[in-house]
Each structure stands twice: as C-alpha cells, then as structure tokens.
C-alpha cells in the first residue's frame, strides 16, 4: 500500500530543519577563511537537504529523514540534519540519530580480519584457510580471504531476487527475529559455485557473513564483540552500533535515538512479498545482512572512522594500502587503479572510483538496507570528505547526484 505524502508532513519536515557543526582539529589558518569554508559547507548541505526532504521518485517513494556531514582536510567538519525520525513519529532528528549504514559495514570487518590475519600470521592469499578452518564446506576449500574480502570468491550471494536467493526461503517470520548466519552458510552451500575463484567479480553478502565466522573461529568471540572492541570503541564512536538481531532493540540505546527506515522500493527493484511497498523496516531483524551489513551509525562518526583510515595521522591508515588493493569490477582481475574506461576497482570493502581527470581517483562506498541508503565518499587529494544517508529505498540518490554535491564540498575545500 502506497502512503500518500501531503503539504502538512512537507511543512512539518521543513520546520524541523537543523543544523550542527563540530569542531575538531582546527587548522591554523585564517579565522575568516575558517569561518568562510564552514559557512560555505553548511549552506552546500543545507539545499541539498532542503531538496531531497520535499521529493519524491517516479513511484511516489519519499524519505522522512536525512542527515550529512563534511569536511575539508584539518578543517571542522561540519554537519545538517533535516527531518523527523519517521511518518509517524515527527520527533526532529539530530546528530545523534541513529540510520543503519548497510554494506558499509564490510570495510570494517575487512581492518578485524587484516589484524587477525597478522596476529595469527596468516597470508589472506593462502588457499588452504577455508579448508582449515571450515571442513564442512569442502566445495569452498580453495578461496581465500581476499577473495572473500574483494568479491571474487564465486560464492552466491542473497538478497537479489535471482532464481538462486536463498532468502526467497524465508518468510516474515525470520526477518522479524533472528537469522542464524551459519543458516544463511549452509543454504549457500547447497549452490554451485558461480565461478572458479578469482576468475571474476560478483558482489556476494554471502563472503562477509563467512568472514564472520572467521573472526568468531579465530577469536572465540562474536564477531561484532571483536569490531566494537577493536574498532568502535578505540575511535570513541559513540553512536555507532552492531545491531544483530532487530534493528530497534539494541542494548544501551533509547529507541527514540533510532530513525525508522521505510521500504520505499523502485517498482523495477522490489524485495520480497512480506515486505510491502513503503513498509517501516525498523522493526526487521539485522541478521539478514549479519556482518555483511548489520550496523548503525551517524555521518559524524563514519565521517571520524573514514579520517581513521585515509588520513596519514590515522590510527588505522596502515591498512589503507590493503584496503585499496583492487580488483576491476569489469573482469574481476588486480588494478592498479581504476581507469577512465575501467573506473570502478573494489578493494576489502571500499570501493576507488575514477572520476576525471582532476580527480582521477576517489574513495566511496553505499551501503543499503531495505529501508536506508547510506553513502560515503573521500576525495585523497584534497581531503575532503563527505557522509550523508536517508531513511528509505526510494529512488533518490543517484551516483551523479552525490558527486555532484561532493564536487561542490571539494570547490569548498579549496578556497
């Protein structure tokens, strides 16, 4: 059932318009230059999201929250947040509001499994791991981490629709508790591979939930226990959060903290019939995306992770080359960077992107939910970076669209 959007909840959404900034890491220029580029940024954000709170796509789809933050180099970066937490509830959101943040929770997975791999000393290119460590997958022996990490592996993925998803399986039953993820493993296994491992490239949730299991194998512990010890809690994200089981049930957080999510579907690309159109997704269990996606977060913290990662002061910039080690998403062989013909190059859980020839490489990643789209995207030159997400499905943010607005945050950058 299609739910109308009316002149009342536009006005509503457009009086609840906010903004934050924070400060961080003050560069010793200027006071005014300073003053100049947040300004600047906070006005960029502050139309894009004026826009996006009063659309809607060709099916009606629309969202009822968004929330962005940017940055330029060792400038503060800067935030907006525009909307309410949901149809129902109008409660504004502030920077603090929780939206689920989808796949990008592989690159966080891909830094637990690069230091297990270490401490362990253990090569993510050693072909006999799957087979030590899962015995009872004998048919996946031969893959290896990386393959896992960078979409080669062959194994199916879940969640598309295509004749050979495994979720078609289940019901509502399931999404509204949990999933086990070795469940979700051994229905995978009962397909054939779709490839002989590193032959090609084929995005498969299906790697990041037996990356997983990995880490649980290796450590004896969950492996959201092992990201939020090594991982959130060493960079004090504070409002960031594993959320295995329902997504509005999770320990120490108030559920007025959590934004509804709304399944807002393209008619081209509908879920499943238990889901239906433009259904509030909160209340589903995570553990349908398990570590391939199952985390909550804000644009400030993933903003303050990203800063972690692709900043030469970061605590974890030692894992930037291995994370940026691509493959072409074309033909799924080694890059060494993506290329104007060849422009997309996925690495462990972050994605390099050829933009032009000013900027002839980009980091970025979109993570989605059947409720949340989440992006992020980091420019290396200038340093610049930008995070913003939406509660919905809705056809809303297209690639050009977001670099479109990352272009205008980098003019920004560079006054």
Same mark, same amino acid.
């Given at each position: 059932?299609?739910? =109308?959007?009316?002149?009342?909840?536009?006005?509503?959404?457009?009086?609840?318009?906010?903004? !934050?900034?924070?400060?961080?890491?003050?560069?010793?220029?200027?006071?005014?230059?300073?003053?100049?580029?947040?300004?600047?940024?906070?006005?960029?954000?502050?139309?894009?999201?004026?826009?996006?709170? !009063?659309?809607?796509?060709?099916?009606?789809?629309?969202? !009822?929250?968004? $929330?962005?933050?940017?940055?330029?180099?060792?400038?503060?970066?800067?935030?907006?947040?525009?909307?309410?937490?949901?149809?129902?509830?109008?409660?504004?959101?502030?920077?603090?509001?929780?939206?689920?943040?989808?796949?990008?929770?592989?690159?966080?997975?891909?830094?637990?499994?690069?230091?297990?791999?270490?401490?362990?000393?253990?090569?993510?290119?050693?072909?006999?791991?799957?087979?030590?460590?899962?015995?009872?997958?004998?048919? @996946?022996?031969?893959?290896?981490?990386?393959?896992?990490?960078?979409?080669?592996?062959?194994?199916?993925?879940?969640?598309?629709? *295509? =004749?050979?998803?495994?979720?078609?399986?289940?019901?509502?039953?399931?999404?509204?508790?949990?999933?086990?993820?070795?469940?979700?493993?051994?229905? !995978?296994?009962?397909?054939?591979?779709?490839?002989?491992?590193?032959?090609?490239?084929? /995005?498969?949730?299906?790697? /990041?939930? *037996?990356?997983?299991?990995?880490?649980?194998? *290796?450590?004896?512990?969950? =492996?959201?226990?092992?990201?939020?010890?090594?991982?959130?809690?060493?960079?004090?994200?504070?409002?960031?959060?594993?959320?295995?089981?329902?997504?509005?049930?999770?320990?120490?957080?108030?559920?007025?903290?959590?934004?509804?999510? /709304?399944?807002?579907?393209?008619? $081209?690309?509908?879920?499943? $019939?238990?889901?239906? %159109?433009?259904?509030?997704?909160?209340?589903?269990?995570?553990? %349908?995306?398990?570590?391939?996606?199952?985390?909550?977060?804000?644009?400030?913290?993933?903003?303050?992770?990203?800063?972690?990662?692709?900043?030469?002061?970061?605590?974890? %910039?030692?894992?930037?080359?291995?994370?940026?080690?691509?493959?072409?998403?074309?033909?799924?062989?080694?890059?060494?960077?993506?290329?104007?013909?060849?422009?997309?190059?996925?690495?462990?859980?972050?994605?390099?992107? /050829? @933009?032009?020839?000013?900027?002839?490489?980009?980091?970025?990643?979109?993570?989605?939910?059947?409720?949340?789209?989440?992006? @992020?995207?980091?420019? =290396?030159?200038?340093?610049?970076?930008?995070?913003?997400?939406?509660?919905?499905?809705?056809?809303?943010?297209?690639?050009?669209?977001?670099?479109?607005?990352? $272009?205008?945050?980098?003019?920004?950058?560079?006054?």
């Amino acid at each position: 059932m299609k739910i =109308p959007i009316n002149k009342l909840f536009v006005a509503a959404l457009l009086f609840s318009l906010t903004q !934050t900034s924070v400060a961080s890491h003050q560069q010793p220029l200027s006071v005014d230059n300073n003053h100049r580029i947040i300004t600047s940024l906070h006005d960029i954000l502050h139309e894009y999201a004026r826009k996006k709170i !009063t659309s809607k796509d060709k099916d009606g789809g629309f969202l !009822t929250a968004i $929330s962005l933050t940017a940055q330029c180099n060792t400038h503060a970066p800067v935030s907006f947040v525009a909307g309410s937490n949901g149809i129902s509830d109008r409660t504004p959101i502030n920077e603090n509001s929780l939206f689920q943040i989808g796949s990008v929770t592989k690159s966080f997975v891909s830094i637990v499994v690069l230091q297990i791999a270490k401490e362990n000393k253990i090569s993510i290119d050693d072909e006999t791991i799957i087979e030590k460590w899962f015995p009872e997958y004998p048919k @996946w022996k031969h893959i290896t981490l990386r393959q896992l990490m960078d979409m080669t592996s062959g194994i199916p993925g879940n969640e598309n629709n *295509l =004749p050979d998803d495994i979720f078609k399986k289940f019901t509502a039953k399931e999404y509204f508790n949990k999933i086990e993820p070795t469940k979700i493993l051994d229905l !995978t296994y009962t397909l054939p591979l779709h490839f002989k491992p590193g032959a090609k490239f084929e /995005y498969s949730n299906t790697n /990041y939930v *037996l990356l997983g299991q990995f880490i649980k194998k *290796l450590t004896h512990h969950e =492996p959201e226990d092992e990201v939020t010890m090594r991982i959130i809690n060493r960079l004090g994200l504070h409002n960031t959060y594993f959320a295995i089981d329902r997504g509005n049930e999770i320990l120490g957080v108030n559920k007025s903290q959590l934004v509804h999510g /709304y399944a807002f579907y393209p008619k $081209s690309s509908r879920p499943y $019939s238990f889901i239906p %159109y433009g259904a509030d997704t909160l209340p589903f269990s995570l553990s %349908y995306t398990n570590t391939a996606g199952a985390m909550v977060s804000t644009p400030e913290d993933i903003n303050r992770y990203l800063h972690a990662i692709f900043d030469k002061h970061g605590i974890f %910039y030692s894992y930037k080359r291995q994370l940026a080690t691509f493959v072409s998403k074309q033909t799924g062989q080694h890059m060494l960077a993506p290329t104007i013909k060849n422009n997309q190059g996925f690495g462990l859980g972050i994605i390099g992107f /050829y @933009w032009n020839k000013q900027h002839p490489l980009i980091y970025l990643y979109n993570g989605t939910t059947d409720g949340f789209n989440f992006a @992020w995207f980091v420019d =290396p030159e200038t340093q610049t970076y930008l995070v913003f997400t939406i509660n919905s499905r809705a056809d809303l943010l297209s690639l050009d669209d977001a670099l479109n607005l990352f $272009s205008k945050a980098i003019e920004t950058c560079e006054i």
